[in-house]
């Protein structure tokens, strides 16, 4: 992507965040609708409905799922600030769906996410990621026809957009402390083995160069040489 594009791009996301606070379709979820930084990244995160906390705060993973998130990042590489400003934070959905009849967060219906998808499928073509993270079931299911989490994460798999765009997909579990798939085998190694792959992609160094903790590693490394 070159300089002017990704200037453009910027402005364009810029742009569809204003209209997307506004948004009001959706009569059973709870707004005002969150999104991430407006940022053209070479790494995209699609997660799948912001919490009560998010809606409050109005930043995406900002409570305890992005506690563990950002643990994960940090342990390959990027630190939380790093994430936030360099990578792209998208949801399936970017209103709270409220509770469920039983407890836990509501699952979007079809019609819901359907009407969302518009928001990160225009986030897709404007920032043209390399690699896309998509975290949890409702998120991976937006990507692939497979939603075991034993299927599919700790692999690496292809997208490719209805306009085209390219781009590798490896799916996480979703971090909530509700979740015992990541803390039980073989959740933990597939766990693993889904880091190692993002550690591993060029998009993910890319952004992982200007990160904190890289630039120390480094300075630590000539200081040692
Ligand atoms: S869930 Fe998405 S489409 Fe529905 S009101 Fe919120 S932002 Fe709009």
Redesign the pocket.
């Known amino acids: 992507m070159t300089t002017d594009t990704h200037t453009r791009g910027a402005g364009a996301l810029v742009h569809l965040y204003r209209d ?1 606070v506004d ?4 009569p059973g ?1 709870q ?1 005002p ?1 969150v999104h991430g930084q407006a940022v053209i990244s070479p790494v995209m995160m699609v997660g799948q ?1 912001p919490g009560t906390r998010e809606i409050l705060q109005g930043i995406p993973f900002c409570w305890t799922a992005g506690k563990t998130l950002f643990r994960w990042f940090e342990s390959i590489g990027i630190d939380e600030p790093t994430f936030r400003s360099r990578a792209l934070m998208s949801a399936v ?3 709270f ?1 409220g509770k469920a009849p039983k407890g836990g967060d509501r699952v ?1 219906d079809a019609a ?1 996410v359907e ?2 998808s ?2 990160w499928r225009t986030e897709v073509e404007l920032a043209q990621p390399r690699l896309i993270i998509p975290v949890g079931k409702l998120a991976i299911v937006q990507f692939m026809a497979s939603k075991r989490l034993n299927d599919v994460v700790g692999a690496q798999w292809s997208y490719r957009s209805p306009s085209g765009l390219e781009a590798d997909l490896i799916p996480l579990p979703h971090p909530s402390g509700a979740s015992t798939w990541f803390k039980m085998e073989p959740g933990k190694t597939l766990l693993a083995r889904a880091l190692a792959l993002i550690d591993a992609h060029s998009a993910w160094q890319e952004i992982r160069a200007s990160s904190p903790m890289e630039q120390t590693s480094r300075a630590g490394r000539i200081g040692a040489a």
Do not use: H, N
């Open positions: 997307l948004c009001r379709r959706c979820m707004g609708p409905a959905c970017r209103c769906p979007p819901e009407r969302c518009g928001w």
